[in-house]
């Protein structure tokens, strides 16, 4: 099953997430959003401490005339 969250979050939305079986995030490679998703991964790695932490995909990366962080 493949759960595809609001970017705003209820609490119905992290009780899910904290349960499941595996995290994907999601990402594009800007300031904003990579320190956005490394709250989120901190978080997670808090609240399941015995659980791999989540995958990261990088999306939109490579895209002609965006503004990103290489790695």
Excluded: C, Y
Aim: charged share 25%; glycine share 2%; hydrophobic share 40%.
């Amino acid at each position: 099953l493949v759960l595809d969250v609001p970017h705003i979050w209820t609490g119905w939305t992290k009780n899910v997430l904290v349960k499941a079986d595996e995290i994907v995030i999601t990402a594009t490679p800007e300031l904003a959003n990579l320190r956005n998703t490394k709250n989120l991964v901190d978080m997670f790695k808090r609240l399941r401490p015995n659980d791999p932490p989540p995958k990261l995909v990088i999306n939109q990366a490579g895209v002609p005339k965006r503004p990103e962080i290489s790695s």
